[in-house]
């Protein structure tokens, strides 16, 4: 039963890490918002927090909803329970997630739309961002100009980290992934003209360097806010027999 309880904490850790933060595209371990992690023989409860008081009601409950629905994935989880702290909307939200009401059901007349339209914008940004670093990374490492990338494929970049992201990014937002599939498309699969191709990848680099300058000053927000707190601790008070 030790090695269940271990393979608990391990599941629940994962589970957590695949859970991102729709605008910085940055899983919420990485970021710090796991506040704390408690598994008990009853389930588990997490606790997650922000930069501030004040982020986006839609962007916190999305990422509180999604690790309620990745927690739920793990075996032998029990019951799921996962609090918002120190947020304006932290008690709408958390009773909401508690009643499974959904984001309408939570914000009612206060929500203005489903949540899919914005995961879809935000996935959206994230494959423009993944796109851009993996052509840079190309154009850096090989002689390959910016004039010879109209033909580019997937199975023509480089491997590592970078195209690993693209890739999934791209799969998020229904695009192909085959090696021969053009790296240069828009977010409906439509490939880049040549002629267009570098504004497309200067509007890129700007959507790029929006989100990492986001991502950079949240931490130095969260940090600040929390800085006699490390965050992230699991504590397991789960009996073994």
Known sequence: MITVAVS???????????????????????????????????????HLRLPTSFCAPNFAYLMASDAVDALRRVPEVGTVTVLLDDHHDSDKINAGLAADA????????????????????????????????????????????????SGLTLGQLVGGPHKEALLRRRTDIGLGIRPDDLVLVDDDGVPVPPEAIPMRLRFAKAVRISVEGNAHFCRGLLATRYDDEPGGLITNTRRTK
């Open 102 to 149: 959904g984001y309408v059901g939570t914000f009612g007349s206060e929500a203005e739309q489903n949540l899919d339209e914005l995961r879809r914008t935000f996935q959206r940004k994230a494959h423009t961002a993944a796109m851009e670093r993996c052509v840079m990374a190309l154009l850096r490492s090989s002689g390959t100009t910016v004039d010879q990338l």
């Open 8 to 46: 608990l904490e391990a599941g629940v850790a994962a589970a957590l890490a695949t859970v991102v933060d729709p605008e910085l595209d940055q899983p919420i371990t990485e970021l710090g918002f796991v506040r704390s992690v408690r598994i008990d023989d009853a389930g588990v409860t997490v």
